[in-house]
């Protein structure tokens, strides 16, 4: 996908997320979903990046603290199976590689929509 049309911090994520390479990003929803070999395993919303969770993995998502990702609807608050990532895999790209690459996994056994 040209770099173009991706905001900076889209730049910046694909580039951290290198080790899982080849990943990609496709605008969506006022976001951008963020697919391996077609699948989406992340989401990114208001330069946040938010990773594939499942009732499983969730619990060390919430035992760092971190948010789900939400949106409202019809004055309701609605959740989606996405948790932020932790701030520190920027900051270390196989901390990184092992949370993207467990939602990568998590997203290929539950069949995701691909695009």
């Excluded at 969730?58 to 701030?87: D, M, R, V, W």
């Amino acid at each position: 996908m040209p770099k173009k049309n991706l905001s900076d911090y889209v730049v910046f994520v694909l580039d951290t997320l290198r080790l899982l390479a080849p990943v990609s990003a496709k605008a969506m929803f006022g976001g951008y979903g963020i697919f391996k070999n077609g699948v989406m395993f992340a989401l990114v919303v208001q330069d946040v990046l938010y990773l594939k969770a499942s009732a499983d993995t969730k619990t060390a998502f919430e035992a760092k603290g971190l948010e789900p990702f939400s949106y409202q609807k019809q004055g309701k608050i609605c959740y989606l199976n996405y948790y932020q990532c932790p701030e520190e895999a920027f900051d270390d790209e196989e901390l990184m590689y092992d949370w993207a690459y467990k939602s990568y996994q998590l997203a290929l056994r539950l069949k995701t929509k691909t695009y």
